[in-house]
């Protein structure tokens, strides 16, 4: 039985979903976008300002933003590739919420981020602590473009 695969991205500006779109148009997987609760804004996203909405979540551990919409049968998948931006060196709080809003028992899961200035880092490890149960968890990458190629043979190391 063929394995079902599932992309799911969180993307303020577009970068990440644009990405995640492609993994899914050549994995052939499901594509999901995690919608927050309340979208944010250019100032909610302004990393200079300490007080703006993402710094205020990212200085808080324990801040774990609303998502609009689920996923609607995650039992029915094998893998999961979780897709993400960089935000403060790690993968913005919405992800930390999905990972600990479904079962992941039994299921694969490899990360993938977008990023301006820093690489994966250990954004894909620390996600670890999200999720219980038994999961198989792939090595994160980033990928900051649509480049078959570049996915492609991301893609054949960790499905």
């Not at 999200?130 to 190629?149: H, L, S, Y």
Request: proline content about 4%.
């Amino acid at each position: 039985m063929a394995k079902k695969v599932l992309v799911a991205v969180f993307s303020a500006s577009g970068v990440t979903k644009k990405v995640g779109k492609e993994i899914a148009r050549i994995a052939g997987a499901d594509f999901h976008e995690i919608i927050p609760g309340e979208i944010y804004t250019s100032a909610d996203l302004d990393w200079t300002d300490k007080k703006s909405r993402s710094s205020v979540e990212m200085n808080d551990p324990s801040a774990r933003p609303e998502i609009a919409n689920s996923v609607a049968d995650m039992g029915s998948y094998d893998t999961v590739i979780v897709g993400f931006p960089i935000w403060w060196g790690v993968a913005p709080r919405i992800i930390e919420t999905f990972l600990e809003s479904y079962d992941f028992s039994g299921k694969k899961i490899i990360p993938f981020c977008t990023s301006g200035g820093s690489g994966v880092g250990k954004s894909d490890t620390a996600l670890h602590k999200n999720v219980t149960g038994d999961v198989k968890w792939a090595k994160g990458r980033q990928i900051n473009r649509p480049n078959e190629a570049e996915i492609r043979r991301w893609l054949n190391e960790v499905l």
